[in-house]
């Protein structure tokens, strides 16, 4: 079994194709609230650790106010934005519609007529209209400011980390004003000009989609499509984009020698290391794209798993890979696989990984024949998680140059992941997918109540973001280029 720490980023999106249309109107108060009480047992009972950033009795007390919401509006856009996955705020999990519940909702529904982006709590435009300037600040939706709805948005963070670059405002915004045939919308151009309102029809769905592959940021749209890419921006300086960890060894490392073997032959002196937007991935693929960067002969790669919850306790509407139920058979294996790979400390109450996990693991990890010891800037954001935040975590312990940019929305030295259990809820047949394990990027269990992620030594302003977006131009690789000329 392959040990990925995995994040599903898209919260209502999925992949389309042709379904049994199944209408949204055929569920009923009994069936949200039902599905509803079922992700709270998940929670309760199945999730590794579920009460670490919030008591239980709060927890019921939030529960219950969302509980209430569901029953007055019992509608999928409640449900889904009254779900209480996030109140124990745990950047991993996720609720995942029903392909065809959600092709249905898709077709009969109007969306928000503008593609945005958001930083720092500010949501700016992110594509030319001839109706709004591009990188215009948006004040006011329908009446409603915009602030009080980024709030509203719930977060996918883990602990008490603020990140607001994750939201999709403007599917938020779709799915709060779910009847709207025109969005009134006031905006204003930049900090000297006047605040303005315009009113724009909303579209559908295929529109929708088209704004959004039509965005100016973020630029670096070739990481996207490879994982990996570099570029030489100077005879000094290279840039490597890195938008994903979950790549298999051989293929990251033939790319990285490939990659750190033109660097060495071009005598590059300067690195701008790019992981904003990078999910994660293969946490054993950490140290190996460190290696590439360690100034040293051997560097410590200290990680652990941990968990409150080693066994199946939820047994109830699992699927596995391929969308089929899990039968006896399948359950028992898994507990299996776990039982012989985690060990209970009984002083801390947390079954630890133990070496026949850790087959694979190596602690004192070389540094690679290319490795690259000059001068090295790290570009983070909000939406770095999970094993990218591992990395970023490293790159700060072994004081490897400085970072730009945001703080991760993981933790910087832990997390949760690893092993995901995927529930199929019985009515709207939404999946839940639920984390088995904590990580700890150290050698015990951390038991802080309270956790910040990877924080960087330089950032950038809102404004100076919203420069970059009207000129095209990435402002924080321009506050990492600024920083190599000091």
Not at 97 to 117: C, E, H, R
Not at 365 to 383: E, M, R, S
Not at 393 to 398: D, E, G, K, V
């Amino acid at each position: 079994m392959k040990r990925y720490i995995i994040l599903v980023y898209v919260v209502l999106s999925c992949t389309m194709g042709s379904f049994a249309q199944k209408k949204t109107t055929e569920f009923t108060r009994e069936n949200y609230l039902e599905d509803f009480d079922f992700i709270v047992k998940l929670i309760k009972e199945q999730h590794p650790n579920p009460f670490r950033f919030i008591a239980k009795e709060k927890f019921d007390e939030q529960t219950t106010v969302l509980r209430n919401q569901l029953m007055e509006r019992p509608t999928l856009e409640t449900f889904f934005l009254a779900n209480p996955l996030a109140l124990i705020h745990d950047a991993h999990l996720e609720l995942l519609p029903d392909g065809d519940v959600y092709s249905a909702f898709i077709k009969q529904g109007m969306f928000f007529p503008l593609n945005t982006t958001v930083y720092d709590n500010r949501v700016f435009v992110n594509q030319y209209v001839k109706e709004v300037p591009i990188g215009a600040e948006l004040i006011q939706v329908n009446g409603q400011s915009v602030q009080d709805i980024i709030k509203q948005i719930p977060p996918k963070v883990d602990g008490d980390i603020a990140a607001s670059t994750q939201k999709d405002f403007g599917q938020y915004a779709s799915i709060l004003f779910p009847h709207s045939s025109y969005f009134t919308i006031v905006y204003r151009a930049n900090s000297l000009t006047p605040l303005q309102t315009v009113n724009l029809k909303a579209v559908d769905f295929d529109r929708f989609n088209y704004n959004k592959n039509k965005s100016v940021l973020p630029l670096k749209v070739l990481a996207y499509s490879s994982g990996i890419y570099g570029s030489v921006l100077d005879q000094e300086t290279y840039l490597l984009q890195i938008n994903s960890f979950a790549l298999s060894e051989d293929y990251a490392y033939a790319i990285l020698n490939t990659v750190f073997s033109e660097i060495k032959d071009k005598k590059i002196k300067q690195l701008i290391l790019d992981i904003r937007d990078n999910s994660g991935g293969s946490l054993t693929n950490i140290p190996l794209f460190y290696s590439f960067i360690s100034q040293t002969k051997r560097f410590e790669n200290t990680y652990r798993y941990a968990t409150k919850v080693p066994y199946i306790k939820v047994k109830e509407h699992l699927i596995d890979d391929t969308n089929r139920l899990m039968n006896r058979t399948d359950i028992t294996n898994l507990d299996n696989y776990m039982q012989q790979r985690f060990d209970q400390n009984e002083a801390d109450g947390f079954y630890y990984g133990n070496d026949r996990l850790e087959e694979s693991y190596v602690a004192n990890y070389p540094q690679d024949k290319n490795a690259f010891t000059g001068k090295v800037i790290l570009i983070q954001n909000n939406n770095t998680i999970s094993a990218a935040a591992y990395f970023a975590y490293m790159f700060q312990q072994n004081q490897r140059g400085v970072i730009v940019g945001q703080e991760t929305r993981s933790c910087s030295n832990f997390t949760t992941a690893a092993w995901f259990l995927n529930y199929k809820l019985p009515n709207t047949e939404s999946i839940v997918a639920l984390p088995r394990s904590e990580i700890f990027f150290n050698t015990v269990a951390n038991k802080d109540c309270h956790c910040r992620g990877v924080i960087p030594d330089y950032s950038i302003s809102a404004d100076q973001y919203q420069l970059g977006l009207q000129e095209v131009e990435d402002a924080e690789l321009k506050m990492a280029l600024s920083l190599l000329k000091k």
